[in-house]
């Protein structure tokens, strides 16, 4: 087993693919989404060997594809919400030019329109999958005046930084705002 760990840098993952192509590993397993939506003509030359791709949007090279449904996702997390009582529910995006972003964006989007929740402009803020990002977000969205009860948040890392940016401001976290997140990561267990 040779694992790569890019950072999320496109020019680093590229050298990994090419470098374990090289050594002519059995199989590759891809898990970042960097390069979503092109195309990696490595591939072409190494056509023998088996490619998995998790969790990118649209590609233009040949492989399986393992994908979670961002949109039922989305949806089931704002569903949840509703269901409990929320009647006023934000949404902190990641950055909506990826593609699992977008559809946990209209996941959420499609859960208050069957609701026939309205939307607060103020209440949705894009950000970058990143704590620090999360933390940014709430701030954005707590500077815009008055809070939902409840924000479904992208994934677990900005979660994190909405807690934390809340604690600071002495937000309650469930008994003034309800947060939701996304990806059920490990370190969200010790989060409280």
Known sequence: ???????????????????????????????????????????????????????????????????????RGGYIAAKHLIDVGHKSIGCITGPLIKHQAQMRYEGYKRALNEAELDFNPNWIVESDFECEGGYEAFNQM??????????????????????????EKGIRIPEDLSIIGYDDIQISTFMT
């Open 1 to 71: 087993l040779i694992l790569c760990n890019t950072e999320g840098d496109n020019a680093r993952m590229r050298e990994s693919i090419n470098t374990l192509l090289q050594k002519r590993v059995d199989g590759l397993i891809l898990m970042c989404s960097s390069l979503e939506g092109e195309r990696i003509d490595v591939f072409e030359k190494y056509s023998d060997i088996p490619v998995v791709v998790m969790d990118w949007g649209p590609m233009l090279f040949t492989s399986d594809k393992i994908q979670d449904n961002s949109l």
């Open 142 to 167: 707590f500077a815009k005046g008055e809070l939902p009860s409840a924000i479904f948040v992208s994934n677990d890392m900005m979660a994190m930084g909405v807690i934390n940016a809340a604690h």
